[in-house]
């Protein structure tokens, strides 16, 4: 499947609303991940899917796999496999995204610190294909003006209680933090 542009996503979101009306329902979407990051922050120019949590999930699927097969692309470009991911401390709030006229669809978002944690819990490595965690991590560093490793390990333990984070991890963030930082 062809990496998603801010421009693919919010035609498939607009579109999804359209069928969403034809069926009398509102979708509630939970943005996350790659997606969130291009279409919140302009951190990145694609994303290679949507990961987000849909209600109701079983018309959210079906009109999902309609757009998909609309459009020609995979069922998963909007997929909701973020949700074995997810805290029980979340906090999220109502969003539109610039651009996006949906009246169908009731879209939230985490807050960058929440969206710090899932990054840094996540951490993937990049592979052919795939950018990993790494630049997300480090433009939300910066975004949000975080100077330490321990700054980082009080927000995950925010969501994640408990959590020690990998010697691989830590040296990631450290990594992030001596790169001069954007805003």
């Not at 074995?84 to 879209?107: C, D, K, M, Q, Y």
């Not at 592979?127 to 975080?146: C, N, Q, R, T, V």
């Not at 925010?158 to 990594?175: H, N, S």
Request: hydrophobic share 40%; glycine share 4%; charged share 25%.
């Amino acid at each position: 499947m062809k990496n998603l542009t801010k421009e693919d996503i919010l035609s498939a979101l607009t579109r999804l609303s359209e069928l969403a009306q034809k069926e009398n329902t509102i979708l509630e979407i939970s943005l996350y991940g790659g997606a969130l990051m291009l279409l919140a922050y302009d951190s990145r120019q694609t994303t290679k899917d949507v990961d987000a949590i849909i209600h109701p999930p079983d018309v959210g699927r079906r009109l999902v796999a309609k757009v998909a097969e609309e459009r020609g692309w995979h069922d998963s470009w909007l997929n909701d496999d973020v949700r074995f991911f997810v805290s029980t401390v979340e906090t999220r709030h109502a969003w539109t995204p610039p651009g996006l006229n949906a009246p169908f669809l009731r879209i939230s978002r985490p807050t960058a610190k929440y969206l710090l944690a899932m990054k840094v819990m996540a951490c993937r490595k990049a592979l052919p294909g795939y950018s990993g965690d790494e630049a997300d991590i480090a433009f939300l560093l910066g975004k949000m003006g975080i100077k330490s490793v321990a700054e980082v390990e009080n927000i995950v333990d925010q969501y994640f209680p408990d959590t020690v984070l990998p010697a691989a991890t830590i040296l990631v963030i450290e990594k992030s933090l001596e790169r001069p930082q954007k805003k």
